[in-house]
């Protein structure tokens, strides 16, 4: 049984999130804007991601962020809504690559693709000594 074998092209994903401070590029450095800031954005991709098949995978197994090729193309304030899509583009033996894309209200703020690894969560954990 392939760990991917659920896994099929075109499944969406989805992340909807309201703009808070914690959130923006100042939160982090005092001296910016206070807007969406990109490395959260591209969390929000990643989540959007990891969602749409993380009921698919066998028990036991994760999708990890493995690449991301991104573009933050507008500025966010505090307060608005941010619609975060994803949806599954292509499937290789161990890994999913999905388009994304980043919206606030009709405005498109960011788009790329993000890759997720597949992998055992027990194997990973013995091989790195997590426990």
């Known amino acids: 049984m392939s760990t991917l074998e ?3 092209v075109g499944i969406p994903g989805e992340t909807v999130v309201t703009v808070t401070h914690d959130m923006t ?6 001296t910016m804007p206070p807007v969406y800031a990109t490395p959260v954005m591209i969390l929000h991709m990643e989540k959007a991601c990891t969602a749409s098949i993380a009921g698919l995978l066998p028990d036991g197994h994760v999708s990890v962020g493995m690449e991301v090729n991104v573009r933050h193309l507008a500025a966010t304030p505090i307060g608005r809504t941010v619609r975060v899509t994803s949806r599954v583009k292509q499937i290789d033996a161990k890994s999913v690559l999905f388009e994304v894309e980043a919206w606030d209200g009709s405005r498109k703020i960011g788009d790329g693709t993000h890759r997720r690894g597949v992998i055992n969560v027990a194997a990973f954990e013995k091989r790195f000594g997590v426990s």
Not at 25 to 30: E, G, I, R, T, Y
């Open 6 to 8: 659920k896994v099929t």
């Open 25 to 30: 590029v100042q939160h982090f450095l005092s």
